[in-house]
């Protein structure tokens, strides 16, 4: 067993999921740490219909080079750090005001092509933190566009509409719901609406990076 571990290390070495740089653990380097575009104070976001999101970093440079190559490119080990990342935030934020972690998931056409759920790969991480297990509430019924591929908040709606459905018991849970990224919320707020009409008390999110920094925190950054 050891010998297979050092093999699979020579083989696929563990990388800062951020620069690339070859770690003897899982996690962000220390150059990383010191430069990613973390949200700080801002990251909590309201959504639709009185939703909160919150999200530790910026969806921008290397963050969301990252994320792509999580998602697009097999990078399945970057859900370590960055599962870590939501809970610390996660718990910052809601400490207190969900008993129940879940996550939007994917289409089984996408499942299939992608071969993970990252979503899931996420609260599962997350959860590790937490030393408990999330819960599989809700399953994803249509096929839709990636939301990325959308310009607008409109047809974003439109493409989730519909496109999700309870899958376990929700009834009387305070959910904390889990996804990669937020941009408008438009993924996030179906799901949710999902959750409390099959009975959830409240719903809550979070994600790994909020899309759209805002003028004044790219102006800080660079100070």
């Known amino acids: 067993m050891h010998f ?29 740490e010191a430069t990613l575009p973390w949200t700080g104070e801002a990251s909590l976001r309201q959504l639709p219909n009185n939703l909160r999101c919150a999200a530790p970093l910026w969806y921008e440079g290397p963050v969301r080079e990252a994320i792509h190559r999580y998602k697009f490119q097999s990078a399945a080990g970057a859900a370590i750090p960055l599962g870590r990342c939501i809970a610390q935030t996660a718990a910052e934020r809601f400490s207190g005001e969900f008993d129940t ?8 056409k996408r499942l299939r092509r992608r071969g993970y759920d990252q979503a899931r790969l996420l609260a599962e991480e997350a959860c590790r933190a937490w030393g408990v297990k999330p819960q599989r509430l809700l399953r994803k019924v249509r096929h839709t566009l990636p939301q990325s591929s959308l310009s607008s908040a409109a047809d974003r709606i439109q493409n989730v509409r519909q496109a999700y459905l309870p899958a376990g018991p ?27 009409a099959a009975g959830a008390s409240s719903v ?20």
């Not at 972690?101 to 089984?108: A, C, G």
């Not at 889990?178 to 408008?184: E, L």
């Not at 707020?189 to 409390?196: I, P, Q, Y």
């Not at 809550?204 to 100070?223: D, I, L, Q």
């Open 4 to 32: 297979l571990t050092i093999l699979l290390d020579l083989i696929y070495p563990i990388k800062c999921p951020f620069c690339q740089t070859i770690q003897n653990t899982p996690g962000i380097c220390r150059s990383c």
């Open 101 to 108: 972690i879940t996550w939007v998931p994917l289409s089984p």
């Open 170 to 196: 929700a009834a009387g849970r305070r959910v904390l719901l889990i996804d990669d990224v937020c941009t408008t919320g438009s993924t996030l707020t179906a799901c949710s609406n999902v959750l409390l």
């Open 204 to 223: 809550v999110c979070a994600a790994a990076a909020f899309a759209g920094k805002p003028e004044k925190s790219r102006e800080k950054g660079k100070e």
